[in-house]
């Protein structure tokens, strides 16, 4: 079962360019069922739809939420699939499950104020003020992913764009507009970055491809170092650090120009959104504010006096 696994992993790495961290979350997934199976007897190539079901309802058993079980039947449906296709399998047992459906939370998110005291906060860090604030500028002006964000090559900030090309999920590409802002903080980090990279090269350093290089193996700022820095930027800010993650800051993106009256999808094709049912989420968090916009303003919303 692991060589199946591995086979699968490898195809996917390979024809569908996906990303580590989701070839990551399907080894842990289908390890986890080639577990249950193997505890059984049981082998991917004699499993069956109903041993299936019964692998997810010990799932839902052992407490886990919709949203891990919903992904975890994708990557089995996804296995199941690859095997039918390179024929070592007749049959597909996985086709014809329906899955638990994922429980829809409203993404949080945070106020223009709020935004405007995280962005001040990166501006005024002691160290490498410039950098922190061109990232938390690029990152509300684009809402970008954060992986995508740290990964930016050098190349796609020269000469001042008024858009941003952005390589996503899967490899695809998309533009995304730069506020003046933005652009502003931009050319002021990257000229501080070139400065700094003439003399690390003057010191026989090879140079950078990054936009913002670090001295890592991946070459360049990490998505675990960014979070650390942002939780740092809420602290500064006087905002909890537990309610302001990169992922918050791009619901704000969205949230705000929904707001403003930006179409969705516009918003779908800016935040990389294979479905529009996606972005749709975020006319529940307006829906949400109109509601209690009503409940506190309307005169026949208020209770009456006894």
């Known amino acids: 079962m692991a060589r199946w696994v591995q086979t699968f992993l490898q195809a996917q790495a390979a024809e569908l360019d996906a990303a580590t961290n989701t070839q990551l979350a399907y080894a842990r997934d289908l390890q986890g069922f080639a577990e249950w199976l193997a505890s059984r ?18 799932c839902a058993a052992d407490g886990l939420a919709k949203s891990t079980r919903a992904r975890r039947l994708s990557a ?11 024929g070592w399998r007749a049959d597909n047992p996985a086709l014809q499950i329906k899955g638990p459906g994922r429980a829809q939370r409203l993404p949080k998110t945070l106020d223009l104020a709020e935004v405007d005291r995280l962005l001040d ?7 490498d003020g410039l950098r ?17 964000l740290v990964s930016l090559p050098v190349s796609a900030a020269r000469g001042d764009p008024r858009m ?41 350093k090879p140079a950078s491809k990054f936009l913002f290089p670090s001295h890592g193996k991946a070459g360049h ?40 009256g930006a179409d969705l999808r516009s918003i779908q094709t800016m935040l990389g959104h294979a479905d529009i049912a996606t972005t749709e989420i975020y006319t529940h968090v307006l829906d949400q504010r109109l509601t209690d916009l009503v409940l506190q303003h309307h005169p026949l919303a208020k209770p009456t006096k006894s």
């Open 221 to 260: 700022l990490t998505r675990h170092a960014f979070f650390g820095l942002i939780k740092g930027f809420a602290v500064t800010a006087g905002l909890s650090p537990e309610r302001v993650t990169p992922h918050v800051l791009r619901h704000a993106f969205a949230t705000h120009l929904l707001a403003g």
């Open 76 to 86: 089995i449906k996804q296995l199941f699939r690859f095997a039918y296709d390179e």
């Open 132 to 148: 922190n604030g061109c990232l938390m500028e690029l990152l509300y002006a684009t809402g970008m992913r954060v992986s995508e």
């Open 121 to 127: 906060a990166a501006r005024a860090s002691p160290r």
């Open 41 to 58: 007897g049981l082998h991917f190539m004699q499993v069956t739809q109903d041993q299936i079901e019964s692998y997810l309802i010990d």
């Open 164 to 204: 941003l090309l952005v390589r996503g999920k899967g490899g695809k590409e998309r533009l995304v507009p730069l506020s003046p802002p933005a652009r502003a903080a931009m050319a002021a980090w990257l000229a501080a970055r070139d400065a700094a990279q003439e003399v690390a090269q003057k010191a026989g």
